[in-house]
């Protein structure tokens, strides 16, 4: 009888044979990674903004136990400027902490504002000493959602304590990546180099995009995104009107296998909860708001992707490129 594992086992010695003869790493041959932890790790995006219907952190705990569970260590807190966010934010880090999770803030720039760096500092400096806060040493983790242009020396200033700054710049529009610790690359998805699905003559893969990073972090820490899909279909009764697709078939399996090459110090599943965007993979009927989505998403629970992310997650961490020999279960 057939089973999962050896399906995906015939699958990675598929992928494995034909990345074989792909473009090599673009660490190039031997080049040291810059740990600043001394350990991988595996964060989450997390939305903020979709939970504001939750009354306590308890309503978070089941949230942070699956996440644990798979393998996660950290949780990118995902926050917009609502009158809302400091009161789940209170909720998360306590049970966050209690959990044994840790998390850190990551600035949404659609709707904060890259004038706002003061903002964005007391933001950090706010939720510092937060027992979950993710520090390395002393440095105060954060980062972002876009946000190119913000002046990041404002917001060390504001935040009062010593910032390990992760944002999600882009290389491709110039921003000095000098003055920041690390970089978050969110297109974790094939795209035709302008945040839509590839078409003929334009068609960008997800490596090329981590390459684009490698390159301009020149050996600063890479947040490599992982994501399972991309489906949206907001229409005009909404502000946030948008409909795209991206490719997205077997890309949880290619994915997770391009990272177990690329071998990044860390690496951001995009995202626990963001219905929306349909790139959830926690759970469906953990306590949350609906902006809109729930025509396409109800029904639709992605439960799988955590269970399938299981022995990726513990070979990355292991700093091995083969997730066979920590598949310990079948399952369907
Ligand atoms: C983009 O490239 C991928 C991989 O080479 C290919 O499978 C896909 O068909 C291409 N898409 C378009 C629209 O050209």
Redesign the pocket.
């Known amino acids: 009888m057939w089973s999962i594992k050896t399906a995906l086992q015939a699958v990675a010695t598929a992928a494995l044979l034909s990345t074989a003869i792909a473009a090599p790493s673009p660490f190039g041959g031997g080049m040291t990674i810059r740990q600043d932890n001394g350990e991988k790790m595996v964060f989450c995006h997390y939305m903020i903004g979709i939970i504001y219907v939750r009354t306590s952190a308890a309503d978070y705990d089941d949230d942070m136990k699956r996440a644990k569970a798979i393998g996660i260590d950290a949780l990118a807190f995902n926050i917009g400027v609502d009158p809302y966010t400091d009161q789940q934010l209170a909720y998360a880090y306590e049970s966050a902490n209690r959990n044994g999770m840790k998390a850190f803030l990551s600035f949404d720039f659609n709707w904060y504002h890259t004038d706002q760096a003061v903002q964005v500092g007391q933001m950090i400096a706010k939720y510092a000493s937060e027992p979950a806060q993710l520090k390395f040493g002393d440095r105060v983790v954060a980062s972002s959602f876009a946000g190119d242009g913000l002046d990041v020396a404002a917001m060390r200033t504001a935040a009062d304590n010593d910032v390990w700054f992760a944002p999600n710049f882009h290389p491709e529009k110039g921003t000095d990546f000098s003055v920041i610790d690390g970089a978050l690359n969110w297109i974790a998805w094939?795209n035709d180099g302008n945040n839509k699905?590839?078409?003929?003559g334009a068609?960008v893969?997800v490596q090329q995009g981590d390459q684009a990073y490698v390159t301009a972090l020149n050996g600063k820490a890479y947040i490599a995104p992982v994501s399972p899909w991309f489906f949206t279909h907001f229409g005009p009764e909404v502000p946030y009107s948008k409909n795209w697709v991206f490719?997205s078939d077997t890309l949880w399996f290619d994915r997770w296998q391009q990272i177990l090459e690329l071998q990044p110090e860390y690496i951001e599943i995009v995202t626990w909860n963001d219905y929306g965007e349909s790139h959830y993979i926690g759970r469906l009927d953990s306590p949350h708001g609906d902006d809109g989505s729930s025509k396409w998403v109800y029904g639709f629970p992605h439960d799988a992707f955590l269970d399938m992310a299981i022995p990726f997650i513990a070979a990355f961490k292991a700093g091995a490129s083969d997730p066979a020999p920590y598949i310990t279960e079948d399952k369907m």
């Open positions: 094939p699905a590839p078409k003929p068609n893969t490719p």
